[in-house]
């Protein structure tokens, strides 16, 4: 079953002169795939994501995203797509410091309205997953960078979404602590997770079935 | 109405139905003061420019009305049907003597329920005793009167006991006079000397505050006065009580009757004018407090959407994570607008426990009885709530106006 589907995705941010960052990308990522787009930094990885996640609208071209046409969908509508389907994992992490790591695990389920047990409990499980258990009680501000980064993929897959994108996860770690997060993404991938990784690391693209190479906005191979 | 679009939508395509983001009304507060709670020193100080602001607004009203109820007591109690009638004063302030039929012509209006003549004798002084010399005396008088003027002006006696018609030489004192020469206690020696002749004390008074005069006056029958002081029967100021239903209509008869020859000369007056006229300035100094109060409270709301809009900015990332959990503009605003709505509760609630403290303590500190009115804390929370929003309504917009993409991006990546 193909989860994401694009097709001739154009993105022009306008501006003097308007910048063209992605430029008629077409791909497909099939349930239970695990994929890499791979570029350099400035080729339009992080712009095609937001495409792709349903967190920004394509200037031309069509993004089916869970069966759905993103460019044709309302605001409300494309919220409930984000709250339900999609999961995102940010290079920054962009944990809530105030919060312990199973409340911040808790708040991926926060705008689905169902009930804060519920939500505590399938976190719970979410930060087990991921190997973080022993540190639900612990104050953002008070895990390593590798934890936060594990407490945020914790978050995007606590809903059980359709699909799972991630912005360069390894980015802000040193390399053994990269390595532990490509591993718990490849964990969660062999458990059913369609995962989309976006990288400018050799090893990450090479830990994913496909990769997708992107050049200034174009699909290269 | 949905159920129509909803077909009309999945006849064209039959994608599955998208399910609604949404946020519980129960998780909005946790989510609205997440902000504050990581701030705490901000959220404090913030909610302190409304706490200022409704603390003195309810102060302002609280002092005013306990002050007011204290000033209608009195008035309450001392009666608004005492009228005095009086022939002017000479340059000197010496009260100028009425015709000696004043007093009876006084009494035959209808609507008059009793009359107490009285003359303020200009030739007399009181002293402690025969040593002090004659000119310091203080400010205080010799007056004559009967039995009468207590009856009339209701009063009371502190210490033994008032005139009567049979007294020659014993003085009853106002409350000052007595103060002024130190009489504490009345024993049967306690005398004082009065235009040249010792008098008996026979009782002190109680303070009049409708009749101030009579607290600086030793009294002294009209039959001692004619013996001993030369007084030829006239009075100088009249003390009228009337029915309360009657004051204004015997109030226009009493010049024209008391001194029908001259009298454009009488002056009728209204001694309880003097509170009520004192309920009014209270109540425009307290107008112009509750102003300032309004201010204050403006700077503090100015504050608050100083602080919010600050708080947008900063946490733009927060925004956009939340827009990528699901959230729609609406939740974004709504949880903007519950942190401003907080700020402003908490403060309006200290506001309103500040300003009753404050006026609980200056009531007590005068002897008030304690009057806050309720529409005053009611309405100074309430205006602290409605500040509130009007507060967060444009940070919540902004915040709720910025894209995800936008969001995410400002920390870079
Ligand atoms: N909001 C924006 N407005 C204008 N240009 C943008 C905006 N966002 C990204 N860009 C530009 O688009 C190009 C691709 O950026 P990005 O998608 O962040 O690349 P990557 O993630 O691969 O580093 C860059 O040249 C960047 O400057
Ligand atoms: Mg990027």
Redesign the pocket.
Known sequence: MTVLELRDVRKI?P?EPP?E??RGVSLAVEAGEMIAIR????????????LMAGLDRPTSGSVRLDGQHVELLTDLQLAGLRAWRVGVVFQQFFLLEALTAVENVASGLLYRGIPARQRRAAAVEALERVGLAHRMHHRATKLSGGERQRVAIARAVVGRPAIVFA??PTGNLDSAKGGEILSIMRELNEEGTTLVV?T?EERVAAACQRCIE?RD?VVVS | MSGVLQDEKDAVGTRPQIKRSSLRLYDLIPTGTLGLRTRRTRAVLSALGIAIGIASMVAVLGVTRSSESHLLGQLDRLGTNLLTVVNGDDLGGTEVELPATAAPMLRRISGVLAVAPTAQISTARVYRNDQIPTGQTGGLAVRTTDASLLATLQGSLKLGRFLTAADAPVTVLGHDVAKQLGIVRLDAGTRVWLGGHWFTVAGVLDPFTLAPEIDRSALISFAAAKELLDYDGAPSRIYVRTDPDQVTQVADLLAGTANPANSFQVKASRPSDALTAQIAVKQSAGALFLGLGAIALLVGAIGIANVMVISVLERRAEIGLRRTLGATRMHIAAQFLTESLVLSALGGLGGVLIGSGVTVVLAMAQDWGIAIPPAAIGGGFGVAIVSGVFAGLYPAMRAAALSP??AL?TTG?
């Open positions: 941010y501006g910048v960052s992605v570029g350099a930094s400035g080729s339009g990885k992080s712009t095609l994501l937001h912005d360069e976006v400018h992107l906005g | 993409t936008d991006r990546g």
